[in-house]
């Protein structure tokens, strides 16, 4: 009961008004903690999303430029088989070989190997070459060589080839594949 007594006697002692003091500081600083866990939390959170975003952006982009650099191949393509065809000359055939050349003129900015530019200068001037010399392989009064005629028949195989090695030279860059930080 001594014990009672005395606890009662420094209560009354006490100030209250120092120990509301007290209380109402240290409630503060559990309520500072609380707001500063809870910030840190949603930082998080929000790092989490940018880096997502930053994910999504940056598939995007990938996504984009496989679409023009799929562009130059298609439009290569086309061209390869408009020039194989006898319909050269109609606004179809000459739109085709102006796109492809467009898109050669575009590839040495897309594609990070010059050899894919290079590649489309080279199967533009074999197609050129197949065409002069079929040309030339109708008129009577001109020479057609061996070397002409050669170019003439080979230039279907040639053509089959040349897609293929551009596919080749191209497969690496035409891939949307993210990488992960293992690969990069």
């Known amino acids: ?12 002692h006490l100030d209250w008004q120092a120990i509301a003091t007290f209380v ?3 409630l503060a600083v559990i309520a500072a903690i609380l707001v500063g866990r809870k910030q840190i939390e949603i930082t998080k959170n929000q790092s ?4 997502g975003q930053l994910n999504l952006e940056h598939a995007k982009l990938r996504a ?3 679409e023009r650099r799929m562009a130059v191949y298609e439009a290569a393509v086309e061209f390869l088989n408009e020039t194989g065809n006898d319909r050269l000359g109609s606004p179809e ?13 575009e590839s040495r900015f897309l594609f990070n190997e010059p050899e894919v530019t290079q ?5 533009s ?6 065409l002069r010399d079929k040309q030339l392989q109708s008129c009577p009064d001109v020479i057609f ?9 080979n230039f279907y195989p040639w053509i089959s080839q040349a897609l293929h090695d551009l596919a080749l030279i191209m497969e690496p860059e035409l891939s949307i594949a993210i990488k992960s930080s293992r690969q990069a």
Do not use: P
């Not at 989490?48 to 880096?51: P, S």
């Not at 590649?119 to 199967?123: D, G, I, P, S, V």
């Open 93 to 105: 055939s000459n739109q085709r070989f102006s796109k492809f050349g467009q898109r050669t003129r």
């Open 24 to 26: 109402t500081g240290l």
């Open 64 to 66: 984009d430029l496989f």
């Open 125 to 130: 001037d074999r197609s050129w070459e197949y």
């Open 119 to 123: 590649k489309l200068k080279q199967m």
């Open 1 to 12: 009961m001594k014990f009672l007594t005395d606890c009662l006697n420094i209560l009354r």
């Open 145 to 153: 060589d061996e070397r002409r005629h050669e170019n003439v028949g």
């Open 48 to 51: 989490e999303i940018l880096a």
